[in-house]
């Protein structure tokens, strides 16, 4: 009894981990990538990493799955709070995923890269020259993977 | 057989769900009424509007009758249902954030889609502004922000398209932080109900696990409030979007976030250090905000600029403790929701260097006096309302010690900074020897919005001390925590939950 305890609680040291570790991921992808969707990859782990932490936070070692049938008997339960709050986290997740995406591809279809920093800086120079100009015509090379 | 308050309990607390449930059903219904007929479609966004606004005012009468109002929707009682509380400082916010979508009503064209966004900012912000739980709050906030990438991209430019895109990568960001802050108090705590946690925090969130759970929480919301570091999009967006929605985002969105903020401050946290990380992100934001104004060239980069500073007043203002900080803060967070769109809307054809403002005065006189107006009044200047917003906030500030006098010193070199780079493109306004102005008229679809706001300002300005009076009304409300805790539990609060030690 006394080792399920312990490994009990090293799983809730891997999970905590394992949470952290993707949001480090998740922003040090979003970090060293320029291609826009590289970054929007590392996001998605960002965000994978903030919904098993709320996994993790309603996790109970010695519990059953919180699903209550007609003449059950009563069992301590894992926390379905944290389980339901990462469902609506999900599905939010996917529908900025998707918006981001779409987004993207209307970038590419202007400006024929995908590069964010070569993006940020034509952001830059139209503060510089006039705003009310439309902006320049997409270059020639047009470039799929600019990583 | 009724009791009169009864009654009026009742159709407040039907008020406060109808504020949030119109204008959502509205938005998904404005594309197929516009299809059936153009008329139709063309007043319905107006009309929802006018309707939300009048209800937010009734509700607004009706509290200060009755105290807060709270909602178990759905009749399932707090804390695990999800509770709505109508008070004084809620109802303001929907009742500004109805107001403001009306003024700033996307119009010219078929503007249906942006329409739709608006409506649903309204619905959305109405929510963030009367949830009294933390992962409802979450989820308002991220339809407003998903409504903010949608309009920061509604111009068809390539540019928008960039700017929306690098907003909604901070954005997202920003959310999953929230929402791990969120994740932390709800280990510490074990419940989300606002209330619930307030009763129950008290000595459990005073140490490195609270702070890190508030500091998270103000990265998150702080993206759409424009607190450094998290507001690299504000020049970006503001530069590319029109001024509706740059005035939008920067007087609506913005407030809304930071209310959020300073509700869960002072329920939550009203016993821990937490306030220094607002007050320090606050004077970052004041810092650099005005610094970047004043070394922008274009007149839309200057005024976002200011914006992230005058939002860094109100995080200072939010951070000072009690009442007297959360007036001030209203009353900053007030006046630059009046006056930042309005300076949109007068600078929306001023777009490109400042200096094809030469001249501009004497081509579009009635612009060029709105503008003196607004500016005069963001500065600080004497009888406008923008020097007793400064005044409250100096005020609250130098009655506390440490970070809190440096922060009243920033405020004071700051208001200096704001002078220096508005006067300077009011004299290039009024500069007779000018060349021809380059810059083109202001259309009156854009003049008179601004000018029904400057009106606003003005008659604010003549009436301070009931205005005054109000807003202390509010503070003192939003910051008793007994007695809002008192209105979500009346029969006493119930324990935490059961929880396995950890």
């Given amino acids: 009894m006394q080792a399920l305890a312990t490994d009990l609680e090293l799983l809730q040291t891997v999970l905590y981990s394992g949470a952290f570790g993707l949001v480090l991921l998740g922003l040090y992808a979003m970090a060293s990538h320029r291609h826009l969707v590289r970054i929007l990859l590392g996001l998605t782990l960002l965000e994978g990493g903030a919904n098993l932490f709320l996994v ?92 | 057989m009724t009791d009169p308050l009864d009654s009026i309990i009742r159709q407040a607390q039907e008020l406060t769900l109808l504020l949030i449930v119109v204008p959502l059903l509205a938005a998904f219904l404005l594309a197929s009424l516009s299809r059936a007929s153009e008329l139709l479609g063309r007043i319905a966004g107006p009309v929802v509007l006018i309707a939300s606004a009048l209800m937010a005012g009734q509700l607004w009468l009706l509290v200060q009758r009755t105290g807060t109002v709270v909602v178990a929707v ?49 619905a959305a912000g109405s929510g963030m502004a009367l949830s009294g739980d933390l ?6 906030y991220e339809i407003v922000a998903v409504v903010s990438y949608g309009l920061a991209a509604g111009r068809d430019r390539g540019l928008a398209y960039v700017a929306a895109v690098r907003y909604l990568i901070l954005g997202a960001v920003g959310s999953a932080m ?27 969130l005073d140490g490195p696990l609270g702070l890190a759970a508030f500091t998270l929480m103000v990265i998150g919301f702080g993206v759409k409030a424009e607190l450094f570091p998290v507001n690299t999009w ?8 029109s001024a509706r929605v740059s005035g939008l985002l920067a007087g609506v969105v913005s407030k809304l ?17 937490a306030h220094l990380v607002l007050l320090a992100l606050g004077l970052l934001s004041v810092v650099s905000g005005e610094l970047a104004a004043l070394r922008a060239n274009d007149l839309w980069r200057v005024l976002a ?55 501009a005065g004497r081509r579009s006189p009635w612009a060029a006096l709105l503008f003196v107006i607004l500016v005069l009044s963001l ?72 000018t029904v706001l400057a009106s606003v300002l003005l008659v604010a300005m003549f009436s301070v001390a009931p205005l005054g009076v109000a807003v202390d009304g509010i503070a003192r409300r939003a910051s008793d925590v007994g007695a809002y805790v008192q209105a979500v539990f009346p029969a006493g609060v119930p324990a935490a939950f059961a929880r396995e030690a950890p």
């Fill in chain 2, 379 to 450: 500065i600080g200047v004497p009888p406008f309302p923008g020097f007793w917003a400064k005044y409250l906030l100096l005020r609250g500030a130098l009655g506390q010690s440490g970070l809190f006098q440096v922060a009243a010193a920033a405020v004071g070199v700051a208001t200096v900074v704001e002078a220096a780079y508005l006067f300077r493109i009011v004299r290039l306004l009024y500069r007779a020897d000018g060349e021809r102005a380059l810059a083109s008229r202001p259309p009156a679809a854009d003049l008179v919005p601004a």
């Fill in chain 1, 56 to 147: 993790a936070v309603g996790f109970r070692a010695d519990a059953v799955a919180p699903i209550v049938t007609p003449g059950a008997q009563a069992l301590p339960m894992v926390d379905p709070v944290p389980q339901a709050l990462i469902l609506t986290a999900i599905v939010i997740g996917v529908g900025v995923l998707a918006l981001g995406l779409a987004l993207t591809v209307r970038v590419f279809e202007v400006h024929g890269t995908l590069d964010v920093r070569a993006l940020a800086q034509r952001l830059t120079q139209a503060g510089e020259a006039t705003p009310e100009e439309p902006s320049p015509a997409p270059p020639v090379s047009v470039t799929r993977d600019a990583s």
């Fill in chain 2, 305 to 359: 600029y200011s914006s992230i500073g005058q939002l860094g007043l109100v995080a200072i203002a939010f951070a000072v403790p009690g009442a007297p900080g959360v007036m001030a803060g209203l009353v900053v967070a007030l006046h630059h929701l009046v006056v930042k769109p309005a300076l949109f809307l007068v600078a929306e054809s001023w777009g490109g260097p400042v200096s094809q403002l030469a001249g």
């Fill in chain 2, 257 to 273: 976030a930071l209310v959020v903020v300073v509700r869960v401050l002072i329920t939550v946290f009203a016993d821990t250090s």
């Fill in chain 2, 234 to 241: 504000v020049p970006e967006v503001y530069a590319t979007a």
């Fill in chain 2, 178 to 204: 929230a929402l791990i802050g969120i994740g932390l108090l709800y280990r510490a705590t074990g419940t989300l109900n606002l209330a619930h946690m307030a009763a129950l925090a008290p000595g459990t």
């Fill in chain 2, 74 to 122: 759905g009749g399932f009682p707090a804390p695990l249902g999800i509770v709505l509380h109508a008070d004084p400082l809620g109802v303001v916010f929907a009742l500004a954030t109805a107001l403001m979508a009306l003024l700033l009503w996307p119009r010219g064209g078929p503007r249906v889609r942006e329409q739709t966004l608006t409506l649903l900012l309204v």
């Fill in chain 2, 135 to 140: 992962f409802n709050l979450y989820v308002f």
